[in-house]
């Protein structure tokens, strides 16, 4: 049980916007939706989260679907540095919490 | 405050050997993860430690096994290392509540022979 699906890989260019879904059809009410992001030779790293409103911060934003099936992290403008493996999980609040991340999307820009 | 920190970084053993891992949780950080990364694999969640209990474990075999100390630290261990075990295993960290926000080290990237 994969828990969440994602594209393997999409393409962008530099300066373009980019939305990264996120297919969690199994979610509960109180799981939370993490993004995390891994670049190369690095660990990952977490980039934002949300329960129900969309979430902005530095680094993206994160809109999530009324029914909360689905959610889409936006790349407001993409850059080099963006390119990594990008990962959504279910924050499963409450008892045993075994993350699962999946393959993720791997995540090309384009000069 | 300074972030995850994993050692050794890099590492080599041989078939048979068993290795230690170390990991140092964020401040204030009560619980530590441990994680197993192959390009086959993916990212495999090893097991969760919270206040010196293991609070989760995922479907690794016995050979892998940790331990958390007073001060949140954590150490794996794998013992009989085999050359599946070829990885770089993350150590993440996170205040303690389940499903909280994960913090993760630079990891240890540890080579079989």
């Known amino acids: 049980d994969a828990k969440t699906t994602q594209p393997n890989s999409m393409e962008s260019n530099e300066e373009e916007p980019v939305h990264l879904p996120c297919n969690h059809s199994?979610?509960?009410?109180?799981?939370?939706i993490h993004w995390y992001r891994q670049l190369p030779s690095q660990g990952p790293e977490y980039v934002i989260h949300?329960?129900?409103s969309n979430v902005n911060n530095r680094m993206a934003s994160l809109a999530i679907a009324e029914d909360r099936k689905s959610s889409t992290l936006i790349l407001h403008r993409a850059t080099l540095r963006d390119a990594a493996v990008y990962y959504c999980?279910?924050?499963?609040?409450?008892?045993?919490?075994?993350?699962?991340f999946g393959r993720g999307t791997s995540l090309i820009v384009h000069p | 405050k300074a972030g995850v920190t994993q050692t050794p970084r890099y590492l080599i053993k041989t078939r048979g050997q068993q290795v230690t891992l170390s990991c140092s949780p964020i401040s204030g950080h009560r619980s530590v993860s441990w994680y197993q990364q192959t390009p086959g694999q993916g990212l495999q969640f090893l097991f969760e430690y919270f206040s010196e209990t293991q609070r989760n474990k995922g479907n690794f075999p016995g050979r892998f096994s940790g331990r958390q100390f007073s001060n949140s630290r954590s150490e794996m261990n794998v013992s009989t290392l085999e050359l599946g075990d070829s990885a770089l295993y993350l150590c993440?960290?996170?205040?303690?509540?389940?499903?909280?926000?994960?913090?993760f080290g630079p990891g240890t990237r540890l080579t079989v022979l």
């Open positions: 949300g329960l129900t």
């Open positions: 993440a960290s996170s205040l303690g509540g389940s499903g909280d926000t994960q913090y």
């Open positions: 199994t979610i509960s009410g109180t799981d939370y």
């Open positions: 999980i279910r924050g499963e609040a409450g008892g045993s919490y075994i993350p699962t």
